[in-house]
């Protein structure tokens, strides 16, 4: 009797251990279960671009989602080793930018076909693990561009970009459309620095751009705000939003938000149904990958007709009545 006595308190003793350990299981899985991301940048973390998806990772980071680590100011040079490092290293998923990358970033997705790849690229996708992306907001930077237009006194708007590459191209060319829409006597002066970083370059470009008696400058690079504020004009600003460092000078932007294109990424990794796919789509208004920035600071100086066009052609967009064309031409200057 006593033996059994025993012996029942021992399963029991058992069946409680199995229990709390079973109890346990759960949680110990989620841990396990974090999706391990790296990004790799070739510029700062404050870069507009960048400063997207690091913010966008960081925020499924903070959600205990995934385990992040991350590179900033890698070089070309170094891309494809740092990829590999990283690769190597068990990440489930990389995120970057093949722009100036693109065959070495290709083969290292070829040379590791278990690792999920998501990278800003000008090209298609590469199966079976390669997908792209990049900021598909050319509908807000239309909608910044009817505000540019309703704002300039000198029908001379001066725009300064990076590099003519179809990305910024097609956004200057929306922006430059959403302009000519409420102001059909606006020209324009364009100018690229060839550098995604370099703020003094960008603001050098600008102060010719005012001087030529330009009053509203589109930056899309950073600078350009620096010079229209020194300089008493107004700018438009591209994928972040300035106006609490400028709140005379930025009057609208146009904003990209990463997160539906990382949460998708993560998701399809996560179940393990990631397939090569441009993710572009995914940075469109419809999908909440981009907007317009509240105008805040200039809610009451910008026209009210200007407010009203602008608020009925966002209607359209988000209702599918409206597509803002996609222009990858390099855009030229008009202003004579």
């Known amino acids: 009797m006593t033996s059994r006595r025993i012996f029942t308190g021992h399963l029991f003793s058992t069946s409680l251990a ?5 109890g346990l299981a759960p949680g110990a899985a989620m ?20 400063s997207r998806i690091h913010k966008a990772l960081k925020a499924a980071e903070a959600r205990g989602e995934i385990e992040y680590k991350s590179s900033e100011n890698v070089t070309n040079a170094d891309y494809e080793r740092v990829m590999r490092e990283y690769a190597t290293g068990g990440n489930q998923l990389i ?3 093949a722009f100036a990358v693109e065959a070495a970033a290709r ?6 076909p278990k690792t999920s790849f998501l990278l800003g690229s000008s090209g298609k996708p590469q199966a079976p693990n390669f997908s792209v992306f990049d900021n598909y907001i050319q509908e807000p930077a239309y909608l ?5 237009g309703g704002m300039t006194k000198s029908n001379k708007i001066g725009m300064v970009g990076g590099f003519p590459i179809p990305e910024v191209n097609r956004l200057m060319h929306a922006f430059m459309a959403g302009a000519k829409e409420v102001n059909p006597k606006v020209e324009f002066t364009i100018s690229f620095i060839n550098s995604w ?16 008696g330009a ?33 005379d000078t930025v009057v609208a932007s146009a904003l990209w938000h990463m997160e539906p294109s990382i949460d998708r990424a993560l998701k399809l990794v996560k179940e393990g149904k990631f397939t090569p796919e441009d993710y572009g789509p995914y940075s469109m208004m419809k999908h909440k990958g981009s907007e317009l920035a509240p105008l805040g600071t200039f809610e009451k100086k910008v026209p009210a007709d200007i407010v009203a066009k602008v608020k009925a052609k966002e209607a359209d967009i988000l209702a599918g009545k409206f597509s803002v064309k996609v222009d990858d031409s390099q855009p030229k200057s008009t202003a004579k």
């Open 18 to 22: 199995l229990s709390a350990m079973i």
């Open 31 to 50: 841990a396990q279960a974090k999706t391990k991301v790296a990004a790799i940048y070739t510029v700062p973390y404050e870069q507009q671009w960048v």
């Open 95 to 97: 995120v970057g930018e």
């Open 197 to 212: 970083f370099d703020p003094p370059k960008a603001k050098e470009a600008t102060f010719a751009m005012i001087d030529k």
């Open 107 to 112: 083969k290292v997705a070829k040379d590791f």
């Open 144 to 148: 910044s561009g009817m505000v540019a």
């Open 215 to 247: 009053d509203v400058l589109y930056a899309e690079r950073f600078g350009v705000s620096d010079a229209a504020k020194e300089k008493g004009k107004l700018a438009i600003g591209n994928v972040i939003n300035t106006q609490d460092k400028y709140p």
